[in-house]
């Protein structure tokens, strides 16, 4: 029976967070036999590694030839402290720490080439914000063995092949599954723990890449699927997927049971506790998916269950995305033009853009669709040289975007078996004076989106998570 457990970013926060996940390690090789355990970056909230690492690339490239080494010093500090507080002085400390101190030099240099050359290009990016869980497994791996737990820390670059779309790489499956069986499951056999770098994996050249922010839990899916793994844990600071993020509505409560549609639709819509392409790998190969609280681990957090199996009706939780706008192609003269839908987000497409929502006004005289709010003057410019004829014969009178708005999405699948949800969001959202500005049903028929004012988020998800 092998196990993937993903420990986020505060599960490895600091060396008390650390001792709470080897308990969890040891518990689980004495359950399971065989655990594969995937680490973030030291995430101690609310200063992630991976959030220094990104700062510093973007400052050096911005021309500031202080800020990284500031960052540096910073990171150092954060790492040494974890190694220092849970390594004995000795020999294997002596190692981590100048290990540890390599990658620190290896950041600044980075970071002084990108500040030199004025340039930092998305290979380079992911060069230097995969270091954070490359520091951090060592330091995990080590102290699993202070505790007489043999483990071994492995970056992922050895292991999960992808393509070169770097910052959003892609796994290529076959290649990967060969690498793991071959480096990983020996280690297995023997009873060694592998612990592995989440975010990271590398081209077929040997290039690294990263798998797109909150990657790590897709690193977990990912392994799960090469070790044919029985099940596929993540653990986080909260009590699995909540009704909403409890940062927003501090009431908000524990999801027992939620199918992996309902999941994938939370986690598209802005859940941040699950990266949405953790869930593929899982339900194609059957694995069960189970999201625990590092910080309370005798709760049962959330199981994800195959789509087939009854789970109860109505919503379940509600997201929120902020800081999108609303883009709309408007004319009289668009019900004659065929293919307006296809140019529209082709143009939008080829800006390299993507489109969370499309709501189309029944008399075809309006799309509109969000695309994120640093992107939208971008695909507007796209959209006018894509029509320039349609808008000068006035087929099309304005594209246009509206700014600064959020896209709220209830999730349920038994919603569509309940009728008169939709009425209920809106005279709640109505009764507290919030505008709904469009409405798309997702094709899954397990979510609504509601597009409102960016100002309106936070009274909009209190005002309906009080309906759940
Ligand atoms: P990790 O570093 O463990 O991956 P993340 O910060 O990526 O942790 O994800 C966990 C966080 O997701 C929680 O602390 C919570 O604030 C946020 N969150 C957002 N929506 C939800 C939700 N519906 N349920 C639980 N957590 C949520
Ligand atoms: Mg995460």
Request: glycine share 10%.
């Amino acid at each position: 029976m092998t196990l993937v457990m993903k420990f986020g970013g505060t599960s490895v926060g600091s060396a008390g967070a650390m001792r709470e996940t080897a308990v969890l390690i040891q518990q689980a090789q004495q359950e399971w036999g065989q655990v594969v355990v995937v680490a973030s970056g030291m995430g101690s909230k609310p200063v992630k590694v991976t959030d220094l690492l990104l700062n510093g690339a973007h400052t050096a490239v911005a021309g500031d030839g202080e800020t990284y080494k500031q960052l540096a010093a910073q990171m150092r500090q954060i790492h040494v402290e974890a190694i220092e507080g849970l390594l004995e002085p000795g020999a294997e400390r002596d190692a981590i720490l100048a290990e540890n101190g390599r990658f620190i030099d290896r950041f600044r240099r980075l970071c002084q080439a990108v500040h030199i050359l004025g340039e930092l290009t998305p290979r380079a990016l992911d060069a230097i914000s995969g270091m954070g869980e490359q520091m951090s497994v060592r330091i995990l791996a080590a102290y699993l063995r202070q505790i007489g737990r043999p483990a071994e820390a492995i970056d992922a670059t050895e292991l999960v092949v992808t393509d070169d779309n770097f910052q959003a790489a892609s796994p290529l499956m076959d290649l990967t599954t060969m690498k793991v069986e071959e480096r990983v499951r020996p280690l297995l056999e023997q009873g060694v723990l592998p612990i592995i770098t989440g975010f990271i994996g590398s081209t077929e050249d040997g290039i690294t890449t990263t798998l797109g922010r909150g990657g790590s839990d897709f690193s977990a899916a990912i392994l799960g699927q090469a070790l044919h793994a029985s099940e596929v844990w993540i653990w986080t600071d909260v009590n699995g997927v909540m009704t909403t993020d409890p940062r927003l509505v501090p009431d908000a409560r524990n999801i027992p049971r939620l199918t992996f549609r309902e999941v994938s639709e939370l986690a598209y819509y802005g859940a941040k506790v699950l990266h949405p392409k953790t869930i593929r790998p899982c339900v194609e190969n059957g694995i069960p998916l189970r999201i625990k609280n590092t910080f309370n681990p005798a709760h049962p957090g959330t199981v994800i269950v195959p789509d087939n199996e009854a789970v109860n009706g109505g919503v379940k939780a509600v997201t929120a995305i902020k800081d999108l706008s609303l883009i709309t192609v408007e004319g009289t003269g668009m019900i004659g033009i065929p293919g307006i839908a296809a140019r529209t987000f082709g143009a939008v497409a080829r800006s390299d853009v993507s489109v969370l929502l499309i709501s189309q006004a029944s008399s075809e005289q309006s799309i509109c669709f969000s695309t994120p709010d640093a992107a939208a003057d971008a695909v507007i410019a796209a959209l006018e040289a894509e029509f320039d004829e349609e808008l000068a014969r006035r087929d099309i009178d304005r594209i246009w975007a509206q700014h600064d708005i959020s896209i709220i999405t209830v999730v349920g699948v038994g919603m569509r078996h309940t009728p008169g949800i939709a009425g209920r969001l809106f005279s709640a959202l109505g009764k507290h004076g919030v505008n709904i500005i469009a409405i798309a049903q997702g094709s899954s028929e397990c979510s609504i989106s509601l597009v409102v004012d960016g100002g309106d988020t936070g009274t909009a998800v209190a005002r309906i998570h009080e309906l759940i």
